[in-house]
């Protein structure tokens, strides 16, 4: 079991490090990924379509209706920029909700205002 919790690790962190504007530190333990996320939301941050994501808690939902993929925000975990993401699912879960979220993620659905 400890061999497929590192392969699920290693899967979500490569993925998550091809994410253009997402900044992530290799975990240390556990089962979850906490990336910073804080140039997605923000003040002035909107998805078009959607509305502003002033926060890692907005962004949160918004990959939730968007994504359909429940995340939790890391201001409960001490990290405001960041979000939680466990990787104790199966390898095709996490596969589909990574896919999921590379596409709600890209650039071309987020507006940056002033």
Same mark, same amino acid.
Request: some cysteine; hydrophobic content about 45%.
């Given at each position: ?23 992530l ?7 979850? $990924? ?6 997605? +939301? %923000?003040?002035?941050?909107?998805? =078009? ?6 926060? /890692? ?11 359909? $993929? ?6 409960? +975990? %001490?990290?405001?920029?960041?979000? =939680? ?6 390898? /095709? ?14 650039p ?7």
């Amino acid at each position: 079991m400890v061999k497929a919790f590192q392969e699920r690790r290693d899967y979500v962190v490569e993925r998550l490090k091809q994410i253009p504007r997402v900044k992530l530190a290799e975990p240390q333990g556990a089962f979850y $990924v906490l990336p910073d996320m804080s140039q997605f +939301f %923000g003040h002035g941050v909107q998805v =078009r379509g959607y509305g502003p994501v002033p926060d /890692a808690d907005a962004l949160c939902m918004y990959l939730i209706h968007q994504a359909h $993929v429940a995340l939790v925000p890391g201001d409960a +975990f %001490g990290a405001p920029n960041c979000i =939680r993401i466990s990787y104790a699912a199966s390898m /095709a879960t996490l596969k589909e909700a990574l896919d999921r979220v590379v596409r709600a993620l890209d650039p071309q659905h987020f507006v940056h205002s002033s």
